[in-house]
């Protein structure tokens, strides 16, 4: 089975070597035949490295630890969804993983496009083989992932425990399928830069794919927030950590992508500007493959250190090269027909909210890579950590809100102030008067009351558009209230469905301002039936359990929560925080137990536990508003799925394209 | 002023505000970063600096207070031969290390950590760690401790063992010594 994965990965380095050779010279030439064998390689490639990966997993399950692979990250006791998840939870699997969406990404994009783009597509075949023949090239090479052992161990050294987890097994390859998406726009913009065909077409082909990587990079950084939560045990979600930001940075740009694109289909500007977001985003995603294994930049997401980085580092700057010295040479055809008219318009709003994004993933990539730079250019390594980036980000974080309620509502081309009052004065108002409810109610810190106050000024809008575009059906129409709703989001579902993800990114901004303002920890040595109390809660300390099993020995305290503090505190539920000690890669970690409500989180450590002073440590902390990151990570979802969804005219031109003509219903 | 000069001006206060904000958030939030022995010369210079500070865990060294979460230990320089194969590996083959010390002297040059707070899972004596925080009397006052384990996501105790078979049954014997070699373990 090795051997048919090692052959598969071979086979399709090689035909996408063929395939890149076969597209470009076809392109150049317009040789019909030569493009049509390259657009065979491209199903190829997708097939073999589709083989390449079912035979990993063939190998996984059967428990073959005479794999190296295998035997390094799964082990005969391992639960089969973790020994799936074993696919990716080392570095070459993951590597062949990445390869693996890849190919389907090809695939898809091979049959969307079969009788459409005949011009751009032996490009974007090109493009997409070559990413595909880098990451097998990595494989082939330098590290195999079918490597078989001179013996057979007995037994293999199972998953890492931390890895051993729900939101591991999806966070993932969420953010994979994120990251490799970015590769199909990429293609088109190359593509349509190598034609010159730079019309609205390469633009309107990568338009869902664009927003489907966005989705998925989206879900891969609240899984991945979810999984340090419930995982890592210190109370937080997000501690700026290189890798954290690797993926982050490709989100903000693949952001203000979605925005700007809207500004180059309504008033064909900002076209170079969008390639160059389009390019970033890819290499930004490379990039951050590069973070994760290099160990540039050391990080507890790392790897083990392998010498791939020169490897991604040369790749990159290919890519890089080849990118913008197209962009370069385009640079004639790309100018732009109208330009901005005033300050206050939505054009000039939706650069404003670029420029934002763009200087937030500046100022991460900025934060990531200091260390390298300072000792590049003063020999000493100076760090940046968390407080460096929540400083420079949380002005820039409530900028970007404000902006997001004025973009959608701001007049085309110039506002007069009476449109911008008649749109404004409600929102405003509403900003102002949860601004001062918060400041009432004790919040007392300059950010969060401007954070909630910008928060309930973009919910207001997007509110009042909602609200507005139902009255008028109402009133024309004579539709009843949720048939008005229904269909006004139906007629225009990239509108609505981008207010329905706007309400859920204020919600998870709100999330993250609550929860990071008005955190509450304490820590605390407790004997059975001691109790502490913290931000309205009491917890006690009933007693402690110790099991066993194969797999795992845990040690797990019992603790009632009560709410309130002293005598008037009612009993409301238990949580048992827990110590394991997994016996295979023998290790010790802590599982958090968590009381949530909407209102706030009480999350519980059990720092440790000693036999024989019978003292148990606990940590305790009261997280604001987490609730609502969760929340608002399902209603972004949700708008994402809204402005995906074919539109009902896309629809019957897909239905009635398939049905030969004369075979159509009369 | 055309309009399209106002969008530059307008476009550049943005770039100069983000600009400005990196500027005064890195004064005021960064830290050196080190290893012990490069710390060790240089000690009057970061005096009362905001340090970051890596090396190995002394053994016999770790004195916890479960009762006040008083923690502290010594940490010395992590051996030149594991560390200049650590940095080697961590650049990609492209860096030199920079660490020179032998493991005798490395031995000999020790900084006094204190810390207040819960023990992370993989802290234990001759582990490395990341401190984080300032040198205050010699003694290094940590806010932050974190566990630098190379290994974190993949199991290359595998391949020291790797050699002979039975492998598993050999790791089993070697890492209980590792784990509970500090005073205190969580277990």
């Excluded at chain 1, 023949?133 to 199972?158: H, K, M, N």
């Excluded at chain 1, 034609?195 to 891969?220: E, P, V």
């Excluded at chain 1, 930004?284 to 580092?313: A, E, N």
């Excluded at chain 1, 009843?480 to 469905?497: D, E, F, M, V």
Aim: glycine share 8%; with cysteine.
């Amino acid at each position: 089975m090795s051997e048919i994965g090692r052959l598969a990965v071979v086979l399709g380095f090689l035909v996408a070597l063929w395939g890149i050779a076969a597209s470009v010279l076809g392109a150049l030439r317009r040789d019909e035949r030569l493009i049509a064998s390259g657009k065979h390689a491209a199903y190829a490639f997708s097939a073999l490295t589709g083989i390449a990966v079912a035979a990993l997993l063939t190998l996984l399950l059967r428990h073959d630890f005479n794999v190296e692979y295998v035997a390094s990250y799964s082990s005969s006791t391992l639960p089969t969804w973790y020994t799936i998840a074993a696919l990716w939870g080392g570095m070459k699997g993951s590597l062949l993983w990445w390869a693996f969406i890849l190919a389907i990404c090809n695939a898809v994009v091979q049959l969307q496009n079969r009788d459409k783009n005949r011009d751009q597509m032996p490009w974007v075949t090109a493009t997409m083989l070559m990413v595909g023949a880098f990451f097998l090239a990595l494989l082939v090479f330098i590290t195999d992932p079918f490597e078989r052992l001179p013996f057979t161990p007995r037994e293999g050294s199972d998953l890492n425990p931390l890895l051993q987890n729900y939101w591991m097994t999806i966070h993932p390859p969420s953010l994979y399928i994120g990251f490799v998406s970015t590769t199909v726009p990429f293609a088109f913009a190359m593509a349509a830069l190598a034609t010159g065909k730079l019309g609205d077409a390469w633009i309107r082909t990568t338009r869902r794919w664009a927003l489907f990587s966005w989705f998925f990079l989206s879900l891969g950084n609240l899984f991945g927030a979810a999984w340090a939560y419930v995982v890592l045990g210190w109370g937080g979600y997000w501690a700026w950590d290189p890798v954290e930001n690797a993926a982050f940075m490709p989100w903000l740009t693949a952001t203000a992508y979605l925005h700007s694109v809207m500004i180059q289909e309504k008033k064909d500007m900002l076209k170079v500007w969008n390639m160059a977001l389009v390019i970033l985003t890819f290499a930004l995603t490379i990039f951050g493959t590069f973070l994760t294994r290099s160990g540039v930049i050391s990080s507890v997401h790392s790897f083990t250190q392998s010498g791939m980085g020169p490897f991604f580092m040369g790749f990159l700057l290919v890519i890089l090269t080849i990118s913008i010295g197209l962009l370069i040479w385009r640079l004639p055809l790309l100018k732009s027909r109208n330009e901005l008219e005033s300050v206050f318009s939505r054009e000039a709003t939706f650069l404003l909210n670029n420029l934002i994004l763009v200087g937030i993933a500046f100022t991460v990539f900025w934060g990531t890579v200091f260390p390298v730079l300072s000792e590049w250019v003063r020999g000493v390594k100076i760090t940046v950590g968390p407080p460096f980036f929540n400083k420079v980000n949380a002005p820039l974080g409530v900028a970007l809100v404000f902006l997001m309620g004025v973009g959608p509502v701001i007049a085309w081309r110039k506002a007069t102030a009476k449109s911008l009052w008649r749109s404004f004065a409600a929102p405003m108002g509403t900003g102002l008067v949860v601004g001062a409810l918060a400041f009432a109610l004790g919040a007392r810190n300059f950010y969060a009351v401007l954070a909630f106050s910008v928060a309930a000024f973009a919910l207001a809008t997007v509110w009042i558009e909602f609200w507005r575009g139902m009255r008028v059906r109402q009133a024309m129409l004579g539709e009843k209230p949720w048939t008005a709703l229904s269909r006004l989001i139906g007629k225009n579902r990239r509108r609505y469905g981008g207010y329905v993800v706007h309400v859920g990114i204020v919600m998870i901004f709100v999330g993250i301002v609550a929860s990071s303002v008005f955190k509450l920890e304490v820590q605390r040595s407790m004997k059975v039936g001691d109790s502490v109390s913290l931000g309205g809660y009491t917890v006690r300390y009933d007693g402690i359990h110790q099991e066993s099993d194969a797999h795992v020995d845990s040690t797990y305290a019992l603790v009632s929560v009560w709410d309130g503090e002293g005598p008037a505190a009612v009993r409301v539920g238990e949580v048992r925080p827990e110590k394991r000690f997994y016996k295979k890669p023998k290790q010790p970690t802590t599982e958090v137990s968590i009381w949530s409500t909407l209102g706030e989180d009480l999350y519980v450590v059990l720092g440790s536990y000693d036999p024989q002073s019978q003292l148990a440590v606990f940590q305790v902390f009261v997280n604001p508003m987490i609730a609502w990151m969760w929340i608002g990570g399902v209603v972004l979802a949700l708008g994402t799925a809204v402005c995906m969804w074919p539109s009902y005219t896309e629809r019957t031109v897909a239905v009635s394209a398939r049905v030969p003509a004369g075979s159509r219903p009369a | 002023m055309s309009r399209k000069l106002k969008f530059l001006v307008g476009a550049s206060v943005i770039v100069l505000a983000v600009a400005t904000l990196i500027y005064s958030a890195v004064r005021e939030t960064s830290a050196y970063f080190m290893t012990v022995d490069e710390y060790a010369k240089s000690v009057e210079a970061h005096a009362g600096k905001q340090l970051r500070l890596a090396g190995r865990v002394s053994n016999g060294s770790v004195k916890w207070d479960p009762k006040t979460l008083d923690l502290e230990f010594l940490i010395r320089p992590i051996p030149a031969k594991e560390a200049a194969a650590n940095a080697v590996a961590h650049s990609g083959g492209t860096k030199t290390a920079t660490v020179t010390t032998t493991d005798a002297e490395a031995a000999l040059i020790t900084v006094p950590v204190r810390y207040n707070g819960i023990l992370p899972d993989m802290f234990a004596a001759d582990r490395d760690v990341i401190v984080e925080g300032k040198v205050e009397n010699g003694v290094f006052h940590a806010k932050t401790l974190l566990t630098a384990c190379p290994s974190k996501y993949e199991s290359d105790q595998y391949k020291e063992n790797a050699q002979d078979a039975p492998a598993s049954d050999q790791r089993a014997a070697l890492d209980p010594a590792a784990a509970a070699g500090a005073g205190a373990t969580a277990q």
